[in-house]
């Protein structure tokens, strides 16, 4: 299992700036290669605390891949439904250039309501525009002179640049949250699959959803799977609790908050259930994250055996994505929970 940082902005001018927030994240990626982080991440949001400090995760990881020589760089995801794929193609490679070959992009359908509402998208366009565009951007980066006549988007002709640093293409992911046919589509189409960490009954299924969909379609291996997990490392129990409890309590209400559109009322055939769902993580509290396994919170010692035990328990998973500096969490226990986990956990899983 590998373990890498995961950046998701939760916060607005009240809590950090974004000068502050963008430093505090840089410092943090200089210790990944010193202990062994092996990728960093972040997401594409807008126009709202949750998120919304990274509308361009492209941007934000050409500046983080500056400041590790051999961590991946990974967006988690972008989002092909608020993008013109001309544009998106050129930046991934120019992205993959910028980083020596280390890119690997996610992407995602979107999946707030008020981020459509205000790029004046209709939700009942996700799927097909999710679809469409990541098969636009696999033309565009594998090969040249390039025409495609699409929904939402055509072109005639068009050799995008620059090409690719890794051939034929940096690798793809799609991001899922607990529908079991985005994770078989996944596997069937090849991609790598990143989701959020659920029971282990049901997180079980989906992977072996996506695992059995792989082999089916005939690709080498059996993919690789991606997990994305709240983190916070500390010697002494009690006070890794104390510091972690707030701000991930914090992130959980803005979540909820940034979705509360599905509960007052929003609807599609692309998001079925998504009003109980959230529902349900407004229900989410930070004794639960931990309970569930879904929030690393502890002394080294606690949390090797909590990722032990919750691999085993869905059968195994490739790499988890943590996030480090959780909402308003001050730089300085950011800092020293990462050199912490990277000094007594990720050895154990060497």
Known sequence: ?????????????????????????????EYADTYGYTHVRTVEHYFHPYGGYSPSPIVFLSALSQRTRNA???????????????????????LDAISNGRVEIGFARAFLPHEYERFGIDLDESVARFDEGMHQIDLLLTDENVSHDGQFHSFKNVTSFPRPTQLPRPNFWTAAFTTPESFEKAGRIGNYIMAIPMGGSQMAELIGIYREAWKSAGHEGNGRIMLAFHMYCHEDADEAVRIARDPLNRYLKSLVDAAKDWVDGAESDNYRGYGKMIEALDRETFESQVEKGAAWIGTPERLTESIRSYHDEIGGFDDASMQINFHDMAYEDAEQSVKLFGEKVIPAFA
């Open 1 to 29: 299992m590998e373990f890498g940082m995961q950046y998701f902005p939760c916060v607005g001018p009240d809590q950090k700036s974004g000068q502050q927030y963008f430093d505090e994240c840089l410092r943090l990626t």
């Open 72 to 94: 991946r760089i990974v967006t988690g995801a972008v989002l092909p439904v608020f993008n013109n794929p001309l544009k998106l193609a050129g930046e991934i490679a120019m």
